[in-house]
């Protein structure tokens, strides 16, 4: 059963810097691409950020250059590392894996990231 669990959000004035990570289980974790994507107050999911398995990275314009994805693949985790936050960053952060042979993409639960003074 895969399970995928965020962590690292919180409130952080607008200019700080947060380290989200995903833990994962019950898929062969190096295999695979895996993703960031957010949802603010009001509005659709959106795309973060994605991470494939030969390590390769891909960014939304807006947070390019502020934010780095990378991955563990001897803990199974992949990280999101956000700096010069703004408050609209302002979202519940998901991360998700994508089944290609299925079709399919299972995501986390989320975590909170409010940027405010």
């Known amino acids: 059963q895969v399970q995928l669990v965020e962590s690292g959000g919180g409130l952080v004035q607008p200019g700080g810097s947060l380290r989200l990570s995903c833990a994962s289980s019950?898929?062969?974790?190096?295999?695979?691409?895996m993703g960031w994507y957010r949802q603010a107050p009001g509005k659709e999911r959106e795309f973060v950020a994605h991470i494939n398995r030969s390590g390769n990275t891909n960014y939304a314009d807006s947070v390019k250059g502020r934010f780095t994805i990378s991955r563990d693949n001897a803990k199974d985790t992949v990280h999101l590392q956000m700096n010069s936050l703004k408050p609209e960053d302002t979202a519940v952060y998901y991360c998700n894996v994508f089944f290609p042979a299925s079709g399919t993409t299972d995501w986390g639960k989320g975590t909170l990231v409010t940027v405010s003074s």
């Open positions: 019950g898929f062969i974790f190096s295999f695979y691409r």
